[in-house]
């Protein structure tokens, strides 16, 4: 199991969009409809933003959507604001009850 | 509202064993719906997903890890506990629990984290 590959970083003026992509293989992100991704704040426990490909929890404001193609997915940000700045983590499920994670990008609203 | 809290020595040393509970309130781990699981970030670094247990006690492990972890459920099943022998400086991380939304698979809630340093 190696980490889903994601940019290192990424950054958008307030306002604007950005878009960050979660490339993995076909044993996890190609193979299944089941990617979420991950909002973590420095210094707190992750927080779910998209499950499914492109499904939002309940309280998870639409500028946080979700996509997938073949073996890539991706999540924009539309109208970044101040508090979107944080770290980004997507993950998969990888088959026989395992999971992997993203390697994580750094969101810099400028 | 479910919630999960972690809790163990925040020291280890190299070669010992790593245990960590993780306390359940406001949920029952008596559900076919979800796994409960252990999600692990090194100190600067991404996360990385260790394992998960299912309510009838099978454990799933990241296949890195499994000749040296171990998940269990205590006996009045309000906690789980993960154990990780034989621990390096590369195990140093913050330690979170999670549930797992079995069928979706994603993480729905996470415990606030633990970190634990690997060191003599």
């Known amino acids: 199991q190696s980490a889903l590959t994601q940019p290192p970083s990424a950054s958008g003026s307030l306002g604007q969009s950005i878009t960050i992509s979660c490339t993995g293989t076909s044993s996890d992100v190609g193979g299944y409809n089941f990617v979420s991704w991950y909002q973590q704040h420095p210094g707190k426990a992750p927080k779910l933003i998209i499950h499914?490909?492109?499904k939002w929890p309940s309280g998870v404001p639409n500028r946080f959507s979700g996509f997938k193609s073949g073996h890539t997915a991706s999540l924009t940000v539309s109208g970044l604001q101040a508090d979107d700045e944080a770290d980004y983590y997507c993950?998969?499920?990888?088959?026989?009850?395992?999971?992997?994670f993203g390697s994580g990008t750094k969101v810099t609203v400028l | 509202q479910l919630q999960l809290q972690e809790s163990g020595p925040g020291l280890v040393k190299p070669s010992e064993t790593l245990s960590l509970t993780c306390s359940i309130s406001?949920?029952?781990?008596?559900?076919?719906?979800?796994?409960w699981g252990w999600i692990r970030q090194p100190p600067g670094k991404g996360l990385e997903w260790i394992g998960n247990?299912?309510?009838?006690?099978?454990?799933y492990p990241n296949p890195s890890l499994k000749s040296r972890l171990s998940i269990s459920f205590d006996s009045s099943r309000t906690q789980f506990s993960l154990r990780l022998t034989s621990v390096t400086a590369a195990d140093t991380a913050v330690y979170y629990c999670?549930?797992?939304?079995?069928?979706?698979?994603?993480?729905?809630?996470w415990g606030q984290g633990a970190l634990v340093t690997v060191s003599s």
């Open positions: 993950s998969s499920y990888a088959g026989d009850n395992t999971y992997v």
């Open positions: 406001g949920g029952s781990i008596d559900s076919g719906l979800y796994f």
């Open positions: 999670a549930r797992v939304r079995r069928f979706a698979d994603y993480v729905d809630t």
């Open positions: 247990i299912f309510y009838d006690g099978l454990g």
């Open positions: 499914e490909v492109n």
